[in-house]
């Protein structure tokens, strides 16, 4: 938020701000703010980047996100750990064809019913589990040998997921709209209330106050009314880019701690999701017959 200077941001929201006193308090006070505005502005905008950390919670706003629109979070799955998807359904082949082998031993010993569908639940949890545990680990690499180098295949991919979850943030999450927006929350309640509440002497009424974050309020919820608010704001914090640049400066370890929570809740469904799949298949194999004549007992 430093980034923004004050006086441009002032011209860019005092139009709106004042619009909104004009509409919540009327004319008058309107009239009476307009001389005086030009100059408040910037001091509070100043103040406010010093307290920034009090008025405005970057992890709630990505945390709300993710909570409000399930849809965010699988987005992001889905653009962030695409490669590390493919992997995952791609090695279940090799490590389904292996595991597989220890199928046939378990039936060839223990010809029963509940065989084939018990092995096969085992089969498609621990497939899935192996290839779920490649994808983060190791974090760091390991050198096998002097042969090959082992690490995860998304820690391998540090420079390229930084980028495209900076652009990702950007785009859905972490932009001027959901900032502004997550700045003017609350209304008279909010924190953005109780910062002009603490600047600003009382002789001002609350009702100013609560039109001014009403401005700001607005702002957020019509970018395209103010489109100039939303793209100095953009250019300036460059979100996108920010993001990116410190993902790719930590390490594989801190990276890995970072970003594989966003993924662990699905993990789980993923893995157990192999493990009913292996089931039914052991089920339909036993009914089929195709585990012999004993396999039905």
């Given at each position: 938020f430093g980034r923004l200077d004050p006086q441009v941001?002032?011209?860019?929201?005092?139009?709106?701000?004042?619009?909104?006193?004009?509409?919540?308090?009327?004319?008058?006070?309107?009239?009476?703010?307009?001389?005086?505005?030009?100059?408040?502005?910037?001091?509070?905008?100043?103040?406010?980047?010093?307290?920034?950390?009090?008025?405005?919670?970057?992890d709630q706003i990505v945390l709300s996100a993710f909570v409000r629109d399930?849809?965010?979070?699988?987005?992001?799955?889905?653009?962030?750990?695409?490669?590390?998807?493919?992997?995952?359904?791609?090695?279940?082949?090799?490590?389904?064809?292996?595991?597989?082998?220890?199928?046939?031993?378990?039936?060839a010993r223990l010809p029963m019913a509940w065989t084939l569908p018990a092995a096969g639940a085992l089969v498609g949890w621990v497939?899935?589990?192996?290839?779920?545990?490649?994808?983060?680990?190791p974090a760091?690499?390991?050198?096998?040998?002097?042969?090959?180098?082992?690490?995860?295949?998304f820690e391998s991919r540090q420079i390229e997921v930084s980028d495209e979850f900076g652009q990702f943030m950007n785009e859905r999450v972490l932009n001027s709209r959901t900032l502004l927006q997550d700045l003017a929350s609350g209304e008279d309640h909010g924190d953005l209330y109780a910062f002009l509440r603490r600047h600003l002497p009382y002789p001002i009424p609350s009702h100013i106050l609560k039109a001014a974050v009403a401005g700001i309020a607005e702002i957020a919820d019509h970018p395209h009314r103010y489109p100039h608010v939303h793209k100095y704001v953009s250019e300036q914090l460059d979100i996108e880019k920010t993001l990116a640049r410190r993902l790719?400066?930590?390490?594989?370890?801190?990276?890995?701690?970072?970003?594989?929570?966003?993924?662990?809740?699905?993990?789980?469904?993923?893995?157990?999701t192999g493990g009913v799949l292996g089931l039914v298949a052991g089920a339909m194999q036993t009914q089929l017959g195709w585990g012999g004549a004993n396999a039905t007992r």
């Open positions: 941001l002032s011209q860019y929201l005092g139009p709106a701000i004042q619009d909104a006193v004009r509409r919540e308090s009327g004319d008058v006070w309107a009239k009476l703010l307009e001389p005086v505005l030009p100059f408040l502005l910037p001091l509070l905008v100043k103040h406010l980047q010093k307290e920034i950390d009090d008025v405005l919670d970057l399930k849809e965010v979070l699988v987005d992001l799955f889905q653009k962030v750990g695409r490669v590390e998807l493919e992997f995952l359904v791609n090695s279940g082949f090799g490590f389904g064809f292996l595991l597989g082998l220890g199928q046939m031993l378990a039936w497939t899935n589990a192996i290839a779920i545990k490649l994808l983060f680990e760091e690499p390991v050198n096998v040998a002097n042969v090959f180098v082992l690490q995860g295949l790719k400066r930590l390490s594989p370890t801190q990276f890995e701690d970072l970003l594989h929570p966003v993924f662990q809740e699905d993990e789980i469904t993923l893995i157990a």
